[in-house]
């Protein structure tokens, strides 16, 4: 792990110096700057209070590398903001609830399908619509994960740190109707952990700028 961390910094530095333009998506945003590292008290802190245990490759990065900022998309976010399941939105009664168990281990979706035609029966056409999207957004779909990163039009970026996706990244993207699924915009076919994920990022950064 010591080696990938290393390797880690060493692409970013590269990053930075060679994106001055702040080309690469979500770059304008976080310019490539990181927030100070964080202490092993706080994340004892953070871990007893929401009963949860981090990943130690999140863990690592968080104590050595710094606790948010340059990353995927709109960067990584810090350790601070991890709990609100509405990263456009940061409502501080509207947390997520990482000491349960995450649901999924394959890709989850659903489609709304109206027994009614909205034209001949619009209430009962809005009723089931009503109570297919009360389903299909529960916050219990989203149990055991972290907010790790804010793709944008309310897609969001989720650690797993409960279940069995311990560790792997997650995409909540029920916003545009693609449900929940494993992590695939960086273009990685397998499930990915945290580590590799940001590494990929810094791969493919860096083949667009070299």
């Not at 770059?27 to 802190?45: D, E, G, Q």
């Not at 709304?112 to 297919?132: H, L, M, S």
């Amino acid at each position: 792990m010591d080696e990938q961390l290393e390797r880690i910094k060493n692409k970013l530095e590269q990053l930075k110096n060679l994106d001055t333009n702040y080309s690469v998506f979500g770059a304008s945003t976080h310019k490539y700057r990181l927030n100070p590292p964080v202490s092993v008290a706080k994340i004892k802190k953070f871990e007893s209070f929401y009963r949860t245990r981090l990943p130690d490759e999140y863990v690592a990065f968080l104590m050595i590398i710094g606790n948010g900022g340059a990353g995927p998309f709109y960067g990584l976010e810090p350790l601070e903001d991890v709990m609100f399941d509405d990263l456009d939105n940061k409502k501080p009664g509207s947390l997520l609830n990482p000491s349960k168990p995450f649901l999924h281990t394959e890709a989850w979706n659903q489609t709304f399908e109206p027994t009614v035609d909205a034209e001949e029966n619009e209430e009962e056409y809005q009723k089931q619509r009503i109570q297919f999207e009360e389903k299909y957004f529960d916050k219990q779909q989203m149990n055991g994960v972290i907010a790790i990163c804010n793709f944008g039009c309310a897609v969001r970026i989720n650690l797993v740190v409960n279940g069995k996706e311990y560790g792997n990244i997650w995409t909540d993207d029920r916003s545009s109707d693609y449900g929940i699924h494993p992590s695939y915009e960086l273009g990685n076919k397998e499930k990915i952990n945290f580590l590799n994920w940001y590494e990929l990022w810094l791969d493919n950064s860096l083949t667009k700028k070299v």
